[in-house]
Structure formats: C-alpha cells, structure tokens
C-alpha cells in the first residue's frame, strides 16, 4: 500500500510516501510560516524523486493538529483536494499519536507535548503498541503550571516534546522522564494512517476534520465556540 502523508501542524513542513510502511522518500523542510507556498513544490518533489507518480498513491494522509491553526488547515485541504481528485481515501492522524508513534519503543507509556503558548501545552497519553498507539487519556489542553497533575497520574510515562522550552522544563522536574524529538516525521503519519485503513477505517474524505482543541484567537476575541471547542485536561 502506498500513502502519502503531509504534516504540517508545527512550523517545519514534512512530506512522505511509504509503501508497507517502507519509507520511499521523506523531505522536511527548515522552520517556516510559508507552508502554502512550499507544499505542493514539497509534494511534487518529493513524489519526483521518489519515482511514484500521484495517481499510484493508494491514500493520503494529513496530521490533523493540535498544532498551528493555518497548517492545520493548509495540510488538510491539500489532502482532501488530492484524495477527491484522485478519487482515493483520506484519513487524518492526531499530531500528539504521531509524536508518540515517533519517539517511543512497543509497550512504553507515553506522553506527547506540542507548545500551545500562552504558558499552555497540548497532550495526551498513549500506550505504544507494536503497529500503533492505543489512547489512554486526552488530548487536551493545560496550563504548563498544571502539567505535572496528568504526569502524577503516569508516573513512569515517558514525555516527549518538540519543543526546547518544554523539553527544559521537563528537564527541570528531575524525576520525569523526558525525550526531545527531531520532528514531525511525515512517515509516521504514513504508518499510523495505513494501519488505520488496515483496520477498516473508510478513509472518507469529509471525514477528514481538524483537531484545534482550542479556539482561535478570533474565535475567543468574538467568544465564539464553533467546531474549535477548547478540550481541558
């Protein structure tokens, strides 16, 4: 089975195409806000060199966030515009299980974090499993300063972030477990996303929604809910 995966819910923009699950090619680019500039070049290159034409790709998958609003949207839109082009599946893959799926061994509990600012991080907690990461709690969004009252929950969670200031923080806890992670890495959405269709999932394209967690800052500035509900640990 050949996917293609976009990730681009943190500011590096990450593309791969896997077939059971052997990564073909993987092209991450430098920190930058400019994802819908450089993410149809990204897939045209990387699908170039690769040597798998777009009409091979048996189904795309996106990371669906939490992360940075516009690329959530932007990766979203160009996998639902290649899925209904191509008339091919698309499924999305939550960030934090893919930051999970990445940086942690079968059988380890596990804690994702992606920086939400404002002193704010998102997570969740995982169990790696051979072929996938099974939910245990989450994901939600909590205060940094709250942060240790999940981890007490899990004491021997391992945590991983993306983030040096969340990694230093951590660090700084002593008795937490921590990981820095070199990410995102686009294959493991492609390996998450193709066992998700392995086990039945239709991979509808409207299916295919953002995971915010919080309100946008128009959204709280307008007190509007919407489809972007804030979900608190």
Known sequence: MIVLAIHSTTHRLGVAVTKDRTVLGELTLSPSREHLENIA?????????AGIPLRDVDAFAAATGPGTFSGIRVGLAVVKGLALALKKPAIGVPSLAILAWQAAQP????????????????????????TAVAMVEGPCLTKLEEFPKLL?????SLVVC??????AWVESRGNTAGRLVDG???????AL???????????EVHSLIPLYIRRSDAEENRAVRGDSKMIRC
Request: glycine share 4%.
């Open 41 to 49: 070049l990204a897939v045209k290159d990387l699908t170039r060199t």
């Open 107 to 130: 059988g380890e509990l596990v804690t994702p974090v992606i920086n939400a600012r404002r002193q704010e991080v998102y997570t969740a907690v995982y169990r790696r499993e051979p």
């Open 152 to 156: 007490d929950r899990y004491p021997d």
């Open 162 to 167: 993306e983030d040096l200031v969340v990694d």
């Open 184 to 190: 995102p890495f686009p294959a493991a959405c492609a």
């Open 193 to 203: 996303a193709e066992e998700r269709f392995k086990l039945g999932e239709p991979g």
